[in-house]
Structure formats: structure tokens, C-alpha cells
């Protein structure tokens, strides 16, 4: 089973920025589609990016534009660039394959205030 450990998260003022990264066990970042997801508090978890094997990515209209996802060269890293960060943007991010497995890393959190 593949694990993903999330790192990064932090707090941060509005209009802000923060990259995230991701590591996986084996290279599942070559062998599938993979991206970012976030849970805010009371809200359910949601698809916030993805990236497929040949690199095309993917966003949901409402973080177009200020989220980033990428990987290392060596394809064993997954990171997410946030800017212009919003209250609305804190949650917890994980990663994970695209559709996702029913395994999930810890997370990082993402708090977004003054």
C-alpha cells in the first residue's frame, strides 16, 4: 500500500504564499495521475489539483490560477505552490493518487490569517 507523507503547511498571512511537498513510498509518481486534495474544518475533502504521468495539469476553477502543482525531475517528490493565499484556502492538504486510494498521509495544515 502506498504511503504519503505531507510537509510544508503552516501558518500564514493572507495574500501569502507557501509550497508544499509530498513523498510517496515506491514511484507512483511516475506510474499514475496524482494531485492535492484539502479538508477544511466541517467541510468534506476536496480535489484541489493534478498532474497526470505526462504532465498535463488540472485545477478547480475556484484556486485556478494561484495553485501549482508539480514534481521533482527525478519524479519522486510532488509539490503544490500556493499564492495568494485566502482564509477560505485553510485546510489540511494531502496528496494522493488520482482517483484516490483509501490510503491517506497525515496531511499538512494550511492556516491562512491575520
Known amino acids: 500500500q502506498v504511503q504519503f507523507v505531507e510537509s510544508g503547511g503552516g501558518l500564514v498571512q493572507p495574500g501569502g504564499s507557501l509550497r508544499l511537498s509530498c513523498a510517496a513510498s515506491g514511484s507512483i509518481f511516475s506510474r499514475t495521475a496524482v494531485g492535492w486534495y484539502r479538508q477544511s474544518p466541517g467541510k468534506q475533502r476536496e480535489w484541489v489539483a493534478s498532474?497526470?504521468?505526462?504532465?498535463?495539469?488540472n485545477y478547480p476553477e475556484n484556486v485556478k490560477g494561484r495553485f501549482a502543482i508539480s514534481r521533482d525531475g527525478a519524479e519522486r517528490t510532488l509539490y503544490l505552490e500556493i499564492n495568494s493565499l485566502k482564509p477560505e484556502d485553510t485546510a489540511v492538504y494531502y496528496c494522493n493518487t488520482i482517483p484516490s486510494t483509501g490510503s491517506w498521509g497525515q496531511g499538512t495544515p494550511v492556516t491562512v490569517s491575520s
Open positions: 498532474i497526470t504521468r505526462s504532465g498535463r495539469t
